[in-house]
Antibody, heavy 126, light 110 residues
Framework: QVTLKESGPVLVKPTETLTLTCTVS??????????VSWIRQPPGKALEWLAH???????SYSTSLKSRLTISKDTSKSQVVLTMTNMDPVDTATYYC??????????????????WGKGTTVTVSS | SSELTQDPAVSVALGQTVRITCQGD??????ASWYQQKPGQAPVLVIY???NRPSGIPDRFSGSSSGNTASLTITGAQAEDEADYYC?????????????FGGGTKLTVL
């Protein structure tokens, strides 16, 4: 059974750095088709993709947040870590990690996020 | 980065068919995936690729794509389909290669 579970602080202060961990089970982060994305959702708002790490350790970041984000993984621990610097109250949201995999079709990779964690809620407040 | 545009809200009578659309330049190059989210829950994948359903997703859910528009169709909507629906695709605008979500569509089943 594939599962992902987010963990991290519930409350952070403005200007602090947020560190979130996604612990996965049921698949290996070294599997060629297996990547992990982080997504967030402010209260009452839409989903926002933040960052992705591929099996070969290549990374991709949201253009608008790239300067504040770092994604990394520890394959031996089955963990993906996201750090976000200089937190602000507008960063208050539920943060999700999801397995982001692909299949080959029509000559290209077709990606999809097939398993999500339950999410962890982060509040930014002094 | 690219944007995906969805209607904020759509309603459908119980048992009828509803189409939820998603528009964006990235959809000319990539298929959309669709996610259902009920209040207080994590999103669930319902459609991916050309028109693929994960195991456990009812066959009343289907997907299609034409030009810059992707569509999620629910044929014979049920009360339990009332939820927010989000489209997602790869985003290759500029030098960036990432992903982008639509703003979401709130589906009400009447």
């Amino acid at each position: 059974q594939v599962t992902l579970k987010e963990s991290g602080p519930v409350l952070v202060k403005p200007t602090e750095t947020l560190t979130l961990t996604c612990t996965v089970s049921g698949f290996s982060l070294s599997n060629a088709r297996m990547g992990v994305s982080w997504i967030r959702q402010p209260p009452g708002k839409a989903l926002e993709w933040l960052a992705h790490i591929f099996s070969n350790d290549e990374k991709s970041y949201s253009t608008s947040l790239k300067s504040r984000l770092t994604i990394s993984k520890d394959t031996s621990k089955s963990q993906v870590v996201l750090t976000m610097t200089n937190m602000d109250p507008v960063d208050t949201a539920t943060y999700y990690c999801a397995r982001n995999t692909y299949y080959y079709g029509s000559g290209s990779r077709n990606y999809y996020m097939d398993v999500w964690g339950k999410g962890t809620t982060v509040t930014v407040s002094s | 980065s690219s944007e995906l545009t969805q209607d904020p809200a759509v309603s459908v009578a119980l048992g009828q068919t509803v189409r939820i659309t998603c528009q964006g330049d990235s959809l000319r190059s990539y298929y959309a995936s669709w996610y259902q989210q009920k209040p207080g829950q994590a999103p669930v994948l319902v459609i991916y690729g050309k028109n693929n359903r994960p195991s456990g997703i009812p066959d009343r859910f289907s997907g299609s794509s034409s030009g810059n528009t992707a569509s999620l169709t629910i044929t014979g909507a049920q009360a339990e389909d009332e939820a927010d629906y989000y489209c997602n695709s790869r985003d290759s605008s500029g030098n960036h290669l990432g992903w982008v979500f639509g703003g979401g569509t709130k589906l009400t089943v009447l």
